[in-house]
């Protein structure tokens, strides 16, 4: 089992940076590829971005790429997230999570994910 604890949500003004954390811990005998979905009010979960576990391949959607950035510190299990430039539709409960087999693979789809953080709520006002 890998617990997962995410920090760092607030409101902010559009415009502004927030940095989300995500701390694994528990089973962290190895080092993880992990990723950050969000979900908006009535709206499904969406990928934002995912890094393997070297921190070598990093995936982005679109709709972030150029504004957040991804890292990781895999001395102590934790994965970050920088958010710049943010807009009102950023606001959402953002999620970390951890890949289930494929460390090497900064994976976009939750099914290639098994934990999950129970999020972390980030608002941006207008």
């Known amino acids: 089992q890998v617990q997962l604890v995410e920090s760092g949500g607030r409101l902010v003004q559009a415009g502004g940076s927030l940095r989300l954390s995500c701390t694994a811990s528990?089973?962290?005998?190895?080092?993880?590829?992990m990723g950050w979905f969000r979900q908006a009010p009535g709206k499904e979960r969406e990928f934002v971005g995912a890094i393997n576990a070297r921190g070598s391949t990093i995936n982005y959607s679109d709709s972030v790429k150029g504004r957040f950035t991804i890292s990781k510190d895999n001395t102590n299990n934790t994965v970050y997230l920088q958010m710049n430039s943010l807009k009102p539709e950023a606001t959402a409960v953002y999620y970390c999570?951890?890949?289930?087999?494929?460390?090497?693979?900064?994976?976009?789809?939750?099914?290639?994910?098994?934990?999950w953080g129970l999020g972390t709520q980030v608002t941006v006002s207008s």
């Open positions: 999570a951890v890949e289930k087999d494929q460390p090497w693979v900064a994976a976009i789809t939750e099914h290639d994910y098994e934990y």
């Open positions: 528990g089973r962290t005998n190895r080092p993880y590829a």
